[in-house]
């Protein structure tokens, strides 16, 4: 079992920053990949930034070189810097975990951008 805490969401202007957290707790040491994903009002769940426990990341073209997915191992916690924020990026954003064929999930938080 893996818990995972998010926070740091909020609300800011078009062109802003904002960077999220979520602490992982539990079974860590099987965790293959984290990510994030987000939802916006009437649209599916997308992803956003993966990053492997090899330290590979990817990302979804709409926020390349505006996003950046790191980890900090020593505090379990995956980060997701958001730069250059646009209105279309208003979303729940939701961490996941994989271990083996299952995944886990966070709460979500909530990101609002104004323009």
């Known amino acids: 079992q893996v818990q995972l805490v998010e926070s740091g969401g909020g609300l800011v202007q078009a062109g802003g920053s904002l960077r999220l957290s979520c602490a992982a707790s539990g079974s860590i040491f099987s965790i293959n990949a984290m990510g994030w994903y987000r939802r916006a009002p009437g649209k599916q769940r997308e992803l956003v930034a993966r990053i492997t426990s090899g330290g590979s990341t990817n990302y979804a073209d709409s926020v390349k070189g505006r996003f950046t997915i790191s980890r900090d191992n020593a505090k379990n916690t995956v980060y997701l810097q958001m730069n250059s924020l646009k209105p279309e990026d208003t979303a729940v954003y939701y961490c996941?975990?994989?271990?083996?064929?299952?995944?886990?999930w966070g709460q979500g938080t909530q990101v609002t951008v104004s323009s």
């Open positions: 996941n975990a994989i271990v083996g064929i299952q995944g886990y």
